[in-house]
């Protein structure tokens, strides 16, 4: 049988009735950061340098240079100059940086980021560059030996893929107050170095090995201008917090880390078709502290 009923209005069925004018927010969004500070690099400086001494040793210790035949009562020896030691890398300078992220759904403490950053150059230089006890091959030393002079500098680019996780409750950032953070990852680290190296007393003139990185005058050799790059997979750990300015306006102050294993100093020839090892820079550190905006929407 039909019912030919007339239709209830909505207030006369029976249950209840919602409506939330507010559509769901799972937490998911972009996020688009700038920052700016120092950064502390540090380095242990390893002497990469393939030059050996020759020399002519008595039995009474009496050391002199080899001019192609040792005399009687003398016996010939090397000094390797790989031996000396150098003086760690110690340096503050400037750090820069910009980051586009995603905040997941769902799981709004966990966000994600590709990010640039660009430590600025560092000096390295020294009057005396390498110095120490040069041991030689018969199990003699030379005491307070020292070579050599530089200046240069050392910068690096730093692209990266960070995880960070906030620590708040809920699925929307809360404004006014500050919200801790963590995070980690990796990178490819490109770090450029510059070098200039002096042979001020001459100790290097004469050397074969030396003689395509600069030119010989005055019983010294007047090394080019050497530029290296050198990549590395870099690792990264961050620390900071947060603060809400606005609904998706937030100030960002952190501090992060970042490992590269290694740095090579290079001399190089007039066209840069050559190069020879002569140090580098092992356990790279950039400590930095920056300061920075990051916009979520």
Same mark, same amino acid.
């Given at each position: ?21 507010? @559509? ?7 996020? =688009? ?8 690099? $540090? ?6 340098? @393939? ?5 002519? %040793? ?22 390797? $100059? ?5 003086? +760690? ?9 910009? &980051?586009?992220?995603?905040?997941? #759904?769902?799981? #709004? ?9 660009? *430590? &600025?150059?560092?000096?390295?230089? +020294?009057?005396? !560059?390498?110095?120490?006890?040069? #041991? ?17 500098? !050392? ?11 906030? *620590?708040?409750?809920?699925? %929307? +950032? #809360?404004?006014?107050?500050?919200? @801790? ?10 770090? +450029?170095? %510059? ?8 100790? !290097? ?14 019983? =010294? ?11 590395? %997979? ?6 900071? *917090? ?56």
């Amino acid at each position: 049988m039909l019912n030919s009923g007339m239709a209830l209005a909505n207030w006369q069925y029976s249950g209840e009735y919602t409506y939330d004018m507010h @559509p769901y927010d799972n937490g998911g969004r972009t996020a =688009v950061s700038v920052r700016g500070g120092a950064t502390y690099a $540090m380095a242990k400086m390893h002497n990469d340098t @393939p030059i050996v001494f020759p020399y002519c %040793v008595s039995s009474t210790g009496v050391i002199e240079n080899w001019t192609g035949e040792c005399p009687e009562g003398y016996e010939y020896a090397t000094g390797n $100059m790989n031996g000396l030691g150098m003086s +760690k890398l110690s340096e503050i300078g400037f750090a820069a940086g910009a &980051s586009i992220g995603w905040i997941l #759904p769902n799981s #709004p403490q966990w966000r994600l980021e590709l990010g640039w950053d660009r *430590f &600025s150059e560092v000096d390295y230089n +020294k009057d005396r !560059l390498f110095s120490g006890d040069m #041991p030689l091959s018969n199990g003699m030393s030379i005491s307070d030996f020292s070579i050599g002079g530089v200046q240069s500098t !050392l910068s690096t680019d730093l692209i990266s893929v960070m995880a960070f996780y906030d *620590f708040f409750e809920g699925y %929307v +950032k #809360p404004d006014h107050t500050m919200i @801790p953070y963590i995070g980690f990852g990796f990178g490819y680290a490109d770090t +450029k170095t %510059v070098m200039n190296f002096y042979d001020i007393t001459g100790e !290097l003139y004469g050397f074969p090995i030396l003689a395509e990185f600069g030119e010989e005058g005055n019983n =010294v050799i007047n090394f080019y201008k050497s530029t290296t790059n050198t990549s590395n %997979v870099a690792g990264v750990l961050a620390l900071g *917090f947060s603060y809400g300015l606005f609904d998706n306006l937030f100030l960002d102050f952190g501090a992060r880390v970042s490992y590269i294993p290694r740095v090579r100093y290079r001399l190089t020839n007039a066209d840069d078709s050559k190069h020879l090892d002569w140090f580098s820079a092992k356990n790279l550190i950039y400590t930095n502290v920056m300061l920075g905006i990051r916009l979520e929407f």
